[in-house]
């Protein structure tokens, strides 16, 4: 069998040799056949034959020179790449004769596949790209499954319900990641991280940014290798303490430090802390160099510029719990993401049933004795994408946009085919005369087909051109988003390869129509004068349905553009429940490791009085949590002299300011807010909202109540002083959950992370330079971050509604312009097939209106067909994106009737000028003609 390779690889080598050397082979074949000829011309001349009739008889008693040439040139190269040059030329012949044609063909599929490029481009890091590391498909994420009670301790990581009906959590204590990093026998590496936002200071000025703590042999074991100095080291992690090392990212490196090697050894400050830079993250090993800057943490959607060991947590980043500002001996406390890479000896059913029985050994004493203690364990889920939130937030928007800019590009690619089918018609004497002169139907098959991919190859070629150039448009689109920086577009091998499938797959798709027209095409038909018009009779209902089809998809796109912007507009109509006007907001976080809880409330509180005395200023105050869109925080509620129930009840909680409800303007509709006597040392009081006091207070007036919660958020009994307003609170989507709020200063733990407000009298920016100098005055190491206006952040929750309501309106506008030129090209063709029968119409007394309004009817009825399909599949499809609307029903009639409107005055305008020609119709010429 190899043997018989290879003498096909030989014999197909030397073909290609002969294909190669075909001009200089044929060109002494050529001389061959002249010099046989001559002989037998001269001997037809001895036998006294004159020239002229020696040479004929010569010609043909040596026989077909032409199909000897063929042969020649069949058995001597590779034929089907002759055969595909010539196709090739003369397809490139024909796009040149029909410039007009090429230039709408091109430039429709140029806008198809260029929407699909950039939006592809987009996506796949949401979608297909996976962490730069070494061997990715091998990492598997370690969470933890119980009943419905949680078993843990309150965790500092995701914890949220599963398809099970329990919990699913993947923070982990470090004791128990140390228990579980022994067991090398199940699994070939761990690595423990955790994402926590820091403030960097690098030659005095301030800057908030990401950071990861990671485990000390977290890069070797992900093969990441330094692009500049060395990784960290399991050295780093156990002698974290004496010396303190950090890694940063290339980004960081680039924007900071200007790409320059001085930054190894440089000092920065991380929370406070001095560390020194020992390298610069690069990525996994390529040949014989490290790829540059790939590797930006383990968090999908949140790029991390420093890596720092896990064990200095307790220097920068102290976490008050216990009497320890360490949570590294805490078995209570549970912060860690781990990955694992498994081994490939060892079956992933077997490395969790043995590190699932690490995990419980460990664990066991420090769980809370619930019911649900024995249904929890230990689960692995894929880690090729680490801790994964960006396909979560992005995945169906994704894949919304794709199915919309993919039916954009079905709908040019239906424009095309009609296009192709009418140029078809007009070459029907060409084909016919071809097949006459021995073509085969399969070579005019072949050559329709060739033409579509040239046509499809110089239309991707100019969309790779438009979507590289358009690549910024989603994450311009999202700049308002949280996670716009988590959106990377990298024009790579991938989108090169998409986008030469695409227009491969598009040529062939609109070529398929011209295709099977050109072998059907009739031998003798195309060569007479007349008699093609039950052909054209024929064609025409086949444009037709095309079209049909055209009006469908832009029915489709229409409808989702409108639910998306209907949706849009609903989002913008919530009562938020305060005035966002004049309203200033920023954050500012205290590092731990420089301010105590007592230095925390005093910087606050000199903060609030330096804000509220500058002018244009009317008050300021402060929230743990901001009043929409900043997350959410949670604690236990028990209202005292009611039983403790088996599950305790959890409602939202937000520490304020004394002033927080004047400056937001929130109402007070019962008792009161809080006020200057409302302090640390004084009773413990809270304000909830009209949503828990309607839960929990029915038919009771909750003024005056006493409740308890979690003694690590306020200590002792808090009395209910007042009732205020709902409020939006995570989102604008969620309606108001149950809230207290209660005085900042009377919590436990002192303000690290605070929102500031402040209510100008004027337009807030035009504070802002006062207020910056203000906060740099108490601290210049404290960075204002997030600094925007209320009506901005309103703004930035509807971010998402707003790049997919621009962009699907943006694909129906295109759609209904390739609609229009479809439904132009087939009124006019029908008008143009139909011309004897109109001109016999209007000489039998026919008025030109009538013919109008009948052209016109036409087009109403071709357009009603195809909203009907659309608006069928648009119901259909609308279950897709049932979860990405807001506040419509499961169909929308002010959308439909907008669409069916759309659609019917734009096919009637683009009907109207072949209507009108129709109606101006000579009937003698048309006569005449016929």
């Given amino acids: 069998m190899r043997g018989r390779v290879r003498g096909w690889m030989r014999v197909f080598a030397a073909k290609l040799r002969g294909h190669v050397g075909y001009r200089r082979t044929g060109a002494e074949l050529a001389d061959e056949i002249e010099l046989h000829v001559e002989m037998l011309t001269e001997r037809f001349i001895e036998r006294g034959m004159e020239p002229e009739e020696a040479r004929a008889a010569a010609r043909r008693q040596f026989g077909n020179a032409p199909l000897l040439r063929e042969r020649h040139r069949a058995q001597s190269g590779v034929a089907f790449l002759v055969t595909l040059g010539r196709d090739v030329r003369f397809g490139l012949r024909q796009l040149q004769r029909n410039r007009v044609l090429t230039f709408v063909a091109i430039t429709s599929l140029a806008l198809g596949i260029g929407a699909n490029t950039a939006i592809f481009s987009a996506a796949k890091d949401v979608l297909f790209d996976t962490l730069p590391v070494e061997r990715p498909r091998e990492l598997r994420m370690l969470t933890w499954v119980s009943g419905p009670e949680q078993v843990v301790p309150p965790a500092w990581g995701d914890v949220g319900p599963n398809e099970a009906g329990g919990l699913t959590g993947n923070a982990f204590s470090y004791p128990v990641f140390e228990e579980l990093r022994k067991r090398r026998d199940a699994a070939e590496a761990f690595v423990a991280f955790k994402d926590v936002p820091m403030t960097a200071t690098v030659d005095g000025h301030p800057e908030a940014i990401n950071g990861e703590l990671i485990s000390g042999d977290g890069f070797d074991s992900l093969g990441v290798k330094a692009e500049l100095g060395r990784t960290l080291t399991d050295g780093d992690e156990r002698n974290a303490g004496n010396g303190p090392v950090v890694v940063i990212s290339d980004g960081f490196w680039r924007e900071r430090f200007g790409r320059s090697a001085s930054v190894l050894g440089k000092t920065i400050e991380l929370n406070g802390i001095p560390v020194t830079v020992v390298g610069v993250s690069g990525g996994v090993v390529s040949g014989e160099r490290v790829s540059s800057g790939r590797f930006a943490g383990l968090q999908m959607g949140s790029d991390a510029q420093v890596f720092v060991p896990l064990t200095l947590q307790p220097l920068i980043l102290p976490k008050a719990q216990n009497g320890s500002v360490s949570l590294l001996d805490n078995p209570s406390s549970w912060w860690v993401q781990i990955l694992v890479r498994l081994r490939p000896e060892v079956a992933e059913a077997r490395a969790q049933a043995e590190l699932d029985a690490t995990m419980r050994q460990a664990a066991m004493p420090f769980l809370k004795r619930t019911g649900d203690l024995d249904r929890f364990h230990l689960k692995m889920e894929p880690g090729d994408r680490g801790l994964d939130y960006l396909r979560g937030e992005y995945a169906r928007p994704s894949y919304v946009l794709l199915a919309l800019a993919g039916l954009v590009l079905l709908l040019a690619c239906l424009n095309l085919a009609n296009l192709l089918l009418a140029r078809s018609a007009s070459r029907q004497r060409e084909l016919s005369t071809r097949l006459a002169l021995g073509a085969s139907r399969g070579s005019l098959v072949r050559q329709m087909l060739t033409e579509s991919v040239l046509l499809s190859s110089l239309g991707g070629g100019a969309g790779l051109l438009l979507g590289y150039l358009g690549r910024g448009i989603v994450p311009a689109l999202l700049k308002d988003s949280p996670e716009a920086a988590a959106i990377a577009v990298q024009f790579d091998w991938r989108v090169l390869l998409f986008t030469l499938g695409l227009s491969f797959a598009t040529g062939i798709l609109f070529g398929l129509a011209p295709a099977w027209q050109a072998s059907r095409a009739a031998t003798d038909g195309g060569l007479r004068n007349s008699g093609g018009s039950t052909a054209s009779r024929h064609r025409l209902w ?179 002083v007042g009732i205020a307003a709902d409020t939006r609170y995570a989102g604008l989507r969620e309606e108001t959950p149950p809230l207290f709020y209660v005085p900042y200063v009377q919590n436990v733990n002192g303000p690290g992370r605070m929102m500031v407000e402040l209510r100008t009298a004027a337009e807030p920016t035009s504070v802002l330079p006062a207020v910056r100098e203000a906060i740099e005055s108490i601290d210049r190491d404290v960075p204002m971050v997030d600094v925007r206006t209320m009506q901005e952040q309103v703004k930035t929750t509807m971010a998402h509604e707003l790049a997919i309501a621009q962009l699907a309106g943006g694909f129906s506008v295109l759609a209904l312009v390739l609609a229009s030129i479809g439904i132009y090209g087939i009124m006019a063709y029908a008008v143009t097939t139909r011309t004897g029968e109109i001109g016999l119409r209007i000489a039998l007394g026919a008025r030109a209106g009538q013919v109008l309004s009948g052209v016109l009817r036409e087009a109403f009825w071709l357009t009603g067909i195809g909203v009907l399909l659309g608006t069928v599949a648009a119901l259909w499809l609308t279950r897709f994106i049932r979860e990405m609307l807001y506040g419509l029903g499961g169909t929308d009639g002010l959308t439909v009737g907008g669409t069916v409107g759309l659609l019917v005055c734009v096919a009637l305008a683009a009907a109207f000028a072949p209507a009108r020609r129709a109606s101006r119709i000579d009937p003698i010429r048309a006569l005449r003609h016929e």
Avoid at 684 to 706: D, H, I, S
């Fill in 542 to 720: 086949f444009d037709k349905s095309l079209v049909a089809g055209q009006i469908a998809l832009s029915a489709i796109l229409l409808m989702g553009a409108g639910l998306f912007v209907h949706t849009l507009l609903n989002l913008s109509r919530i009562p938020l429940g305060f005035e966002t006007r004049h309203l200033l907001e920023f954050r500012l976080t205290l590092p731990r490791a420089r301010y105590s809880d007592a230095r925390m409330t005093a910087y606050f509180r000199q903060a609030q009085e330096k804000l509220a005395s500058l002018p244009g200023v009317r008050s300021v105050t402060v929230s743990s949590i901001g009043i929409v869109g900043d997350g959410h925080s949670g604690s236990s509620f028990h209202v005292l002299g009611r039983p403790v129930g088996k599950d305790p009840t959890r409602v939202q909680t937000v520490g304020v300011g004394v002033d927080f409800f004047q400056t937001l303007g929130i109402p007070i509709l019962q008792g009161r807010g809080f006020n200057a006597r409302d302090t640390a040392t004084s009773p413990k009081v809270a304000v909830v909202n009209r949503a828990l006091a309607e839960k929990y207070f029915a038919n009771e007036n909750p003024v005056g109540r006493m409740f308890e919660v979690d003694p690590e958020d306020v200590a002792g009994p808090i009395e209910i």
